[in-house]
């Protein structure tokens, strides 16, 4: 019940600069940070209750002074990433959650209707209000940037492949795909909707690559295209409810060749549910039902391992990344299922 | 960072009947459940993974149903008290905490303006407001039916004393008052803002009390009344910096004859902030400050001692309720201190 507002006492400290005076200046008091970040006294030893609680702050009775304890210890990098999460699920999330009861009923977004006056998905609505690109944009280099090179390292990308990457979005995914699995005549095709394009040819002339990596618009659910040796789906399973996962994978299928392999980089549930080291069922259910898609959600490798296999695939690799190679404060447990085309 | 979201997750599934239908039903499948609370199977699944994950449902693989687990020990009577305490938490405080830094800086509700237009105080929403008062005077009758009777027990009111009930609100303490230290000769004041006089009134009037009951309209900042024997003053001065906590106790000691007797109910935070099983810290800070005064929060009862101390007052009584007494899901840990005016 007190998760809202730990959540946000937390943050509270870091928005109002508490936590960047306490690390130029250790031993302020309450006054002298009200002083210095324009809150009143009352309202900061107030907020700064649950920090020493938690033994982030260590307060000193005699002196009335306050300064970083564990806090201190955290590498600058870590924690600019743990805020970056933090402001996402602010912005994104946190009022939108109070209509997750309606959005389940509805299979919209009733959050970002009533907040944002938007009609269609978080995806669509950071193109029209800037605080939500920013909180979520931020996030998702972040996470690109961090989890591409595990991908990458994990797969196999034939020589001279003609390689789709689904939703590709503005072709990111085609770039990393080019630097990290560059071999003579290596084609990457980044698919998706049509208005990405422009983006999309900008960034590959941008990184001096337009002779190997092209862009193709469409839909997903119409028709993808074909005669690829081997398609990319990151990011983009955990997004759909099953009807629409099997359609995307019955596509993949089809667009391949016959032999050829898909790869998928996606959020995964443990196998046992009740494993208390993962935190993607703590989120993700309601965030993607509440806050981005009106529906959606990660499941089991097990499950997504089952629904490859009713597409025509065979399943080559499952893996999960290993938890202790992931930050603590990095919610996505990411796992990356390999799969050749059946027949 | 998952609190907001592991707090929607759990309420969406009580919003949306789930849980009521297992109860009557163990065994529905995610397809039966959404059938029968009116969303997609998929939404179901999703969101009683959380559930599934904590113990509180029981999964069955062979047969895809779902029953209670921990859920189906917990009596309805506490069920419905925590209800009670997550829907006063979603509607008063989910979305406004996003405004919590702006509430710091500015000393206002941040969060009730944006989201209702609202100038004041929760206090004052709730008049104009109907959901902030469901949520609102639904959990406060519950709280205050549960902590009078404690509250009453161990206070002494002499016989025939004049007792002076600050910020009595409608009279609900005055009734109590009278009904718990009933003696010949007992009167008690209401005294809060003079918008309550009627419905006060109203109130002794239906207990048949109005002889030994009476109201007095006034802002206890200006000037309270004088010549009581006792003043209570109960689930008041945690609304107030504490500026304002000493000008309502130079107040009440004012009010009071010589030798006579304060008796303060207010929750605390632990003399050692940092106890795990008092969870005043995690939340009455943002509370009080985003949702509903933006200021106050309560103190250590070491504090509210000192404070009294330096308004003219003895300590004779300072004690926490047993925090075994009180049940997990309520947050609130209650302190009871009387004094006596010296001089």
Not at 23 to 47: F, I, M, Y
Not at 114 to 126: F, K, N, Q
Not at 212 to 226: A, M, R, Y
Not at 260 to 270: F, T
Request: proline letters at 5%.
């Amino acid at each position: 019940m007190v998760g809202p507002s730990r959540f946000m006492s937390l943050l509270s400290c870091f928005e109002l600069g508490i936590v960047d005076r306490l690390r130029d200046s250790p031993g302020l008091t309450a006054a002298e940070l009200g002083d210095a970040v324009g809150a009143k006294p009352d309202a900061v030893e107030q907020l700064l209750f649950l920090l020493v609680k938690e033994g982030f702050v260590a307060y000193d009775e005699k002196s009335g002074g306050y300064a970083l304890d564990a806090l201190a210890r955290v590498a600058e990098g870590d924690l600019n990433r743990a805020l970056r999460y933090m402001n996402l699920i602010k912005v994104t999330a946190l009022r939108q959650l109070f209509y997750l009861t309606e959005s389940a009923r509805t299979g919209t977004v009733v959050g970002l209707k009533e907040l944002y006056g938007a009609e269609g998905t978080l995806y669509d609505a950071v193109a029209d209000h800037q605080d939500l690109n920013d909180s979520w944009l931020g996030l998702m280099n972040t996470v690109t940037a961090n989890i591409d090179p595990w991908f990458f390292g994990n797969i196999d990308v034939p020589a001279g492949a003609r390689v789709l990457d689904l939703a590709g979005n503005t072709g990111l995914g085609a770039i990393h795909t080019y630097r990290y699995k560059s071999s003579p005549g290596l084609r990457v095709t980044t698919f998706d909707l049509p208005e990405k394009e422009s983006d999309a040819l900008a960034n590959f002339r941008a990184e001096g690559l337009e002779e190997h990596l092209s862009f193709v618009g469409g839909n997903v659910f119409d028709e993808i295209p074909k005669g690829f040796d081997v398609v990319l789906i990151k990011h983009f399973l955990d997004m759909f409810d099953k009807d629409d996962v099997r359609r995307i994978l019955d596509g993949a299928n089809a667009s391949l060749v016959p032999g050829g392999q898909v790869h998928i980089l996606v959020p995964v549930y443990p196998e046992d549910i009740r494993s208390a080291d993962n935190y993607n069922v703590d989120f993700f259910p309601a965030f993607f039902i509440g806050c981005t898609m009106g529906q959606g959600g990660p499941q089991k490798l097990s499950v997504y391992q089952r629904w490859l296999e009713e597409s025509g695939f065979k399943v080559t690799k499952a893996v999960t990344k290993d938890a202790s190679e992931i930050p603590p404060d990095v919610i996505p447990v990411q796992a990356l299922i390999s799969a050749t085309k059946v027949g």
